[in-house]
């Protein structure tokens, strides 16, 4: 499946501020990281799975270039769905529901199994999204929104987790022999501790299927 580069979120408007009645909350973990990236998001109860995709997208910190997909089992039918970006060329290799005609609701629910955020097939990052519950959003907060969480997003294109590790023990070694190419490569700085779910700024979901489908 060929990769595909969509537009990464500082090229996009905010996400819409209208503030919903519910919102569900999920904790979302990085695979392979230690110690581990993770973010706690909450998003509004008509998301869509493409929506639920930059709003990921946005709390990690990743910048869309690649694509991407859900691993999700239906709470009522039990059966094991794909959704993403189906591959027109090639539609039968690896089926997948288009994430933008496909609401969260009937995916989660308290219980459920833990879903699959798989971005960047050649990277193979792989994140664990566990749902944590409904409520009723708050006035004075607006959605989608991250809560809380721990660790810098690692670079795009950096190798997958075996290429991050190798990258943050270049970057903190001075004598390493790769240590000037990589930090001039991630612009100068990397810390990997560095993230502040306050500063996090979510995209308009809309703008960016735009963006990356609309001709």
């Known amino acids: 499946m060929n990769q595909r580069r969509l537009p990464g979120p500082t090229t996009q408007r905010r996400a819409s501020r209208r503030r919903p009645r519910d919102i569900h909350q999920f904790l979302v973990v990085l695979c392979n990281t230690d110690p581990l990236v993770w973010r706690r998001i909450a998003v509004p109860t008509t998301y869509t799975f493409w929506d639920l995709h930059v709003a990921i997208q946005d709390a990690m910190g990743w910048l869309d270039y690649h694509l991407h997909e859900f691993t999700v089992v239906h709470q009522k039918r039990g059966t094991l769905t794909r959704i993403g970006i189906p591959d027109d060329d090639f539609p039968e290799e690896r089926p997948q529901l288009p994430g933008w005609k496909v609401k969260i609701e009937?995916?989660?629910?308290?219980?459920?199994?833990?879903?699959?955020?798989?971005?960047?097939?050649?990277?193979?990052?792989?994140?664990?999204?566990?749902?944590?519950?409904?409520?009723?959003?708050?006035?004075?907060?607006?959605?989608?929104?991250?809560?809380?969480?721990?660790?810098?997003?690692?670079?795009?294109?950096?190798?997958?987790?075996?290429?991050?590790?190798?990258?943050?023990?270049?970057?903190?070694?001075?004598?390493?022999?790769?240590?000037?190419?990589?930090?001039?490569?991630?612009?100068?700085?990397?810390?990997?501790?560095?993230?502040?779910?306050?500063?996090?700024?979510?995209?308009?979901?809309?703008?960016?299927?735009?963006?990356?489908?609309?001709?």
């Open 106 to 215: 009937g995916y989660f629910a308290e219980g459920s199994p833990p879903a699959v955020y798989w971005y960047d097939f050649g990277d193979d990052w792989q994140h664990v999204v566990i749902y944590e519950g409904i409520s009723t959003a708050a006035p004075s907060e607006r959605y989608p929104r991250c809560v809380a969480g721990a660790r810098k997003c690692p670079p795009e294109d950096c190798g997958g987790t075996d290429g991050y590790a190798n990258f943050l023990e270049a970057i903190a070694d001075p004598r390493h022999p790769e240590h000037a190419e990589n930090l001039v490569w991630v612009g100068g700085h990397y810390d990997p501790d560095d993230f502040d779910p306050a500063a996090v700024v979510f995209d308009d979901p809309r703008e960016r299927w735009k963006h990356a489908f609309e001709k």
